[in-house]
């Protein structure tokens, strides 16, 4: 799902490459953790057409049962809700932890449950209080992504996950709460260079269009001052989903990120680009100081052929998988964004293309699913 195109296209023929696209994103849609109903009509269509392709090249014989099976994963997400909620690999993870356990390989089942009883009796016995029935069975702390998605309210996660995703219909300006927290490394009380300082008045003066903002010590008295200091972070959690930084060396790997841009005709574009660090800055706006929660991003260019950025794609179908350019563009107001309108990570792999005259290294953007869990 991630390295699979990259690694694999030089070595495919148009046929496979075809196969192989429909394969990955019927992947990527269909291990979300959240489904739209036209996110699975689309893994449907996209799986008849793979399977009507091995069948036309391939002949009827390469048809297994495990293709034919895989047409009625879309019913089953339209009935039981994601896959991820209900696959066996979590039975699978506790099978082997169970196996673990010491037993004579001959009634495991019973072992295990005359081992679960007597651990009950033990906690009976050295227990003060009297519980009876289902209450024997303790009840765990969720742990893992679970347990961090617990400390928010659905409504809260999903009213983030819309902002993120409706960018043309939610006006976010980052001092908005979001389900997560920024985290060490930490930089507390730090001056703003001049230059990031004219950025950052740039930034508010687009964001809250009614107001002008002036950096301090200057004479125009009708302008909000935008304070010199911010505190910078090297790390965000956005539910159970980490965000690091080029701030800090151990984190680079989750700093690259995709966000949307609104053009001037109303179009969306997204944009990729490493996030250098996450700070919060305070305004004081005349309904009262404001905080926002903002990430300093550095975009990386397109290139300059639509045919060379969409390498991948097979036959107007569409592959996530895009080149850019490896060098960023210069540092702008569009470096600062909400946290809000991060869209997703990537992983970035260096890919060559050759010709005989000569070749050039590209920056292969492969994105990932969110790890949203409502």
């Known amino acids: 799902m991630i390295y699979a195109t990259v690694v694999l296209w030089e070595h495919l023929s148009d046929n496979n490459r075809l196969i192989l696209t429909h394969f990955v994103k019927i992947c990527q849609i269909l291990v979300s953790r959240i489904l739209k109903r036209d996110m699975i009509k689309e893994a449907h269509k996209r799986l008849v057409k793979m399977v009507k392709i091995i069948e036309q090249y391939y002949g009827q014989e390469k048809i297994t049962p495990n293709l034919h099976l895989s047409l009625h994963l879309c019913e089953c997400a339209n009935d039981y809700g994601p896959l991820y909620a209900f696959w066996c690999f979590s039975f699978e993870r506790m099978n082997g932890m169970l196996g673990t356990l010491p037993n004579s390989h001959r009634n495991i089942e019973q072992e295990l449950m005359r081992r679960l009883l007597?651990?009950?009796?033990?906690?009976?016995?050295?227990?003060?209080?009297?519980?009876?029935?289902?209450?024997?069975?303790?009840?765990?702390?969720?742990?893992?992504?679970?347990?961090?998605?617990?400390?928010?309210?659905?409504?809260?996660?999903?009213?983030?996950?819309?902002?993120?995703?409706?960018?043309?219909?939610?006006?976010?300006?980052?001092?908005?709460?979001?389900?997560?927290?920024?985290?060490?490394?930490?930089?507390?009380?730090?001056?703003?260079?001049?230059?990031?300082?004219?950025?950052?008045?740039?930034?508010?003066?687009?964001?809250?269009?009614?107001?002008?903002?002036?950096?301090?010590?200057?004479?125009?008295?009708?302008?909000?001052?935008?304070?010199?200091?911010?505190?910078?972070?090297?790390?965000?959690?956005?539910?159970?989903?980490?965000?690091?930084?080029?701030?800090?060396?151990?984190?680079?790997?989750?700093?690259?990120?995709?966000?949307?841009?609104?053009?001037?005709?109303?179009?969306?574009?997204?944009?990729?680009?490493?996030?250098?660090?996450f700070f919060t800055h305070s305004v004081n706006l005349p309904n009262g100081i404001v905080e926002h929660k903002l990430a300093y991003i550095r975009w990386y260019r397109p290139v300059n052929s639509a045919e060379i950025q969409f390498y991948f794609n097979i036959n107007n179908e569409t592959c996530d998988v895009e080149l850019w350019d490896k060098e960023f563009y210069p540092i702008q107001r569009e470096c600062f964004i909400p946290i809000h309108n991060i869209f997703s990570r990537f992983v970035p792999v260096r890919y060559k293309i050759s010709n005989r005259q000569n070749s050039r290294e590209y920056l292969a953007i492969i994105p990932l699913n969110r790890k949203y869990n409502i």
Not at 176 to 195: A, D, T
């Open 118 to 277: 007597n651990d009950k009796k033990i906690d009976l016995i050295t227990s003060t209080n009297e519980t009876r029935g289902l209450e024997l069975l303790k009840n765990r702390q969720s742990t893992g992504s679970l347990f961090e998605t617990e400390q928010f309210s659905f409504d809260e996660m999903h009213r983030f996950l819309i902002n993120t995703n409706n960018i043309q219909e939610s006006v976010i300006n980052g001092s908005e709460r979001f389900p997560g927290e920024l985290l060490h490394p930490q930089k507390l009380n730090l001056i703003v260079p001049p230059e990031m300082l004219n950025l950052l008045i740039q930034y508010y003066t687009a964001t809250y269009v009614s107001m002008n903002f002036r950096s301090p010590f200057t004479n125009d008295l009708n302008s909000i001052v935008i304070q010199n200091r911010t505190n910078q972070y090297g790390r965000c959690r956005i539910g159970s989903e980490i965000f690091g930084s080029a701030m800090s060396s151990r984190h680079v790997k989750s700093s690259f990120v995709l966000a949307q841009f609104v053009n001037r005709d109303e179009s969306v574009d997204t944009y990729s680009g490493q996030i250098q660090y």
